[in-house]
């Protein structure tokens, strides 16, 4: 079993900036995706975006020009960098860790963005 445990939420004004962290309490193979999903109260939850092994990104629309995911592989660790935040950029925001085509698939408990207007 993996444990996936995110921070860096909190709240923020708009035009601010937060990082989210997730780190994994091991190693799971040398080939996986690292994901950052969010889901708002009344909606469903929403990819943000993801970043291999080899680290190749892929962000959402709404995520593009403002978020940067990285991640340390020496750390397990993957980060969420969020600048320009919006008011609707409030959510849960949660780290998923993706391998072997979804047959690994392990999720955080969230941490709590909110941006005030």
């Known amino acids: 079993q993996v444990q996936l445990v995110e921070s860096g939420g909190g709240l923020v004004q708009a035009g601010g900036s937060l990082r989210l962290s997730c780190a994994a309490s091991?190693?799971?193979?040398?080939?996986?995706?690292l994901n950052w999903y969010r889901q708002a109260p009344g909606k469903q939850r929403e990819l943000v975006a993801g970043i291999t092994s080899a680290s190749s990104t892929n962000y959402a629309g709404f995520a593009k020009g403002r978020f940067t995911i990285s991640r340390d592989n020496a750390k397990n660790t993957v980060y969420l960098q969020m600048n320009s935040l919006k008011p609707e950029d409030t959510a849960v925001y949660y780290c998923n860790l993706r391998a072997l085509g979804g047959a690994i698939d392990y999720w955080g408990r969230g941490t709590q963005v909110t941006v005030s207007s």
């Open positions: 091991r190693t799971i193979l040398s080939s996986n995706t």
